[in-house]
């Protein structure tokens, strides 16, 4: 599923509420930042234990990017995001995004990778469009006088 929109729409909160879901049906659910991971995926090809970080985030039933294409991605990113997405085939990925998936594109530096791994995820995904207006102005503290 993909869950994409303008900034303060409630993606994450979507996202989350999907996950406490599935938790409760008793599949395990991983809930990360997008950079997040590759960056947990970057550490590995620097200690040698990519192989295991990468079955780590494969094992989950359910896994959530949060905030994907924030920014454009570097050759080793967008491989391992394939590499996770090819992996985790079959399994279910939650991906919230600001960007509209047609707009992903650019952000990968080989065309090859992004048609790829882009195919994979948005032609076998519902994809939601969540429009409005951003909900936290109502959460500003209010002025006191």
Known sequence: ??????VG????????????MAIRQGADVRFAK???VLAEL???HADRTWDKRL???VRF???ILNDFAMRQLNATQADDLYELVSARQGKSLIITSNRSPS???PLFPN???????LDRVINTSHQVIMNGPSYRPNKRPRNGS
């Open 103 to 105: 707009d992903w594109y």
């Open 61 to 63: 039933d359910v896994l």
């Open 111 to 117: 065309p090859v990778v992004a048609e790829s791994l």
């Open 34 to 36: 997008t950079s997040r």
């Open 55 to 57: 079955h780590e985030l």
């Open 1 to 6: 599923m993909i869950l994409f929109g303008p």
């Open 9 to 20: 729409v409630g993606k994450t909160h979507i996202a989350q509420a999907l996950g406490h």
């Open 42 to 44: 970057a550490g590995g």
